[in-house]
């Protein structure tokens, strides 16, 4: 098994510019998290699906955020516009039917440097 | 609300010694918790968790942690750390009705050769 599969391993990026951030979950996989990994704030939930459908994206920091989760096999995190307080790692984590958040697989995460 | 916390931000033991990194966490029931390891470059690692009974929890990697209900902590230990053991080492409990993990600010851990 591959893994959790993100995509670009490192993105650097001009303020302003649209930003979108890529996923692959496990296969088999139901549940898809997004979370942010920053000095100040350390790990953030930002967002939640459940069988391809958002169910708790109150860690979202505002409306320059989004993601989608079009398919079971891919979800995307955009950033429009993005701003140099976005730089941060992206994880995207996923976990089995019935798992929760108690046996999340993580991916390597996505490096944003927004200059 | 719940959260954990991490009291020790950097800690350097050398190799084949012990080790002991501490969790407390605040929460009104019984919570879920977890260790997780990031290496550098890395994502996070599932080494252990902890939901109800033996409050000896063994991991992978040859990590154990405790539940202590009485001192609110989780502590991670390690009888022998090896160099590869340099991570940073982040507890969690599960919060938001299972479906969110809430991590502490994680300890970078540094093993001297």
């Known amino acids: 098994d591959a893994g959790v599969i993100q995509s670009p391993r490192h993105e650097v990026t001009e303020m302003g510019q649209e930003v979108t951030l890529r996923c692959k979950p496990i296969s088999g996989h139901n549940s898809l998290f997004w979370y942010r990994q920053t000095m100040m704030r350390g790990l953030e939930l930002l967002i939640y699906f459940n069988n391809n459908v958002p169910i708790d994206d109150s860690g979202m920091p505002e409306d320059r955020f989004s993601a989608k989760m079009p398919n079971a096999s891919f979800s995307t995190l955009k950033i429009q516009p993005s701003e140099p307080r976005d730089s941060a790692v992206y994880f995207c984590?996923?976990?089995?039917?019935?798992?929760?958040?108690?046996?999340?697989?993580f991916g390597q995460g996505t490096r944003l440097t927004v200059v | 609300a719940q959260s954990v916390t991490q009291p020790d931000i950097h800690i350097t033991v050398s190799e084949g010694a012990s080790l002991e990194l501490r969790c407390n966490y605040s929460?009104?029931?019984?919570?879920?918790l977890f260790w997780y390891v990031q290496s550098p470059g890395q994502g996070l690692q599932l080494l252990l968790k902890y939901f109800s009974g033996d409050t000896l929890v063994q991991g992978i990697k040859g990590f154990e942690a405790e539940f202590k209900r009485s001192q609110s902590s989780f502590n991670l230990r390690k009888p022998s750390v090896h160099w590869s053991d340099a991570a940073e080492y982040f507890c969690a409990v599960l919060t938001g009705g299972g479906n969110k993990l809430t991590f502490g600010t994680g300890t970078q851990l540094k093993v001297e050769l």
């Open positions: 929460y009104g029931a019984t919570p879920y």
């Open positions: 984590a996923s976990s089995l039917p019935g798992t929760g958040a108690t046996e999340a697989f």
